[in-house]
């Protein structure tokens, strides 16, 4: 299901492109690396780590620049967190215990943000972030008690993101994000850490 979805995400990338031939210029595509801090309810269970995404461009010359993006992100967890259930036998008594597992949340999304410049045309200066989309969150606890010595809890989200950033000239710009995403899709029983998941990011965006 995953590399299926994954799959038509990259041939929509693809297509982006051939659709904004019209759009003049260079800098249409873009690579970000960013560091990620999260907060709310998996501030307290997972440690910082990155996202790294991929994205095209559009109406460079103009104060209301888009883009479209798709980014990956990975974080780990800060102690063995609570995959289940483990049943073991003490003399003629079934004990019943939390089963511990190592936990590491990734994360595929997709989305476009509108991201209005101060100055125009869009090349140097302030600017701000808007953007919404959609996020596949992966969470795979490993334990060799485990069925394969691992499993994967996968959820969809509706992803909303804001921010700033400052461009210093065409092909270079810093930003700092705020990215929300809500499990609407899914029973609020069957959601790990709540039916909501948030982090700050903050990283460099390179335009080529």
């Known amino acids: ?122 090349r140097h200066g302030l600017f701000g972030i808007f953007g919404v989309g959609g996020t596949l969150w992966n969470e795979t606890m490993r334990n060799p008690v485990l069925f394969g010595g691992s499993h994967t809890d996968t959820k969809w989200g509706l992803t909303l993101s804001g921010g700033a950033g400052w461009r210093f000239n065409p092909a270079f710009s810093v930003e700092a994000r705020y990215v929300y995403s809500d499990l609407a899709f899914h029973e609020h029983r069957d959601v790990r850490y709540g039916s909501t998941r948030s982090f700050l990011t903050c990283g460099a965006t390179f335009r080529f």
Do not use: C
Request: glycine letters at 6%; hydrophobic letters at 40%; zero cysteines.
């Open 1 to 122: 299901m995953t590399r299926s979805t994954l799959s038509l995400i990259l041939l929509s990338a693809l297509a982006l492109p051939l659709s904004a031939q019209s759009d003049p210029g260079g800098e249409r595509t873009g690579i970000a690396v960013s560091y990620l801090a999260p907060v709310d309810n998996l501030d307290s269970v997972f440690n910082p780590g990155f996202q790294v995404g991929f994205q095209i461009h559009f109406n460079r010359e103009s104060r209301h620049l888009g883009r479209f993006r798709m980014d990956y992100l990975r974080m780990d967890a800060k102690r063995p967190v609570v995959a289940g259930t483990l049943l073991t036998l003490s003399g003629t008594t079934w004990v019943t215990s939390p089963l511990m597992a190592d936990s590491r949340m990734e994360a595929y999304s997709v989305a476009y943000e509108w991201m209005p410049h101060v100055e125009e045309p869009a």
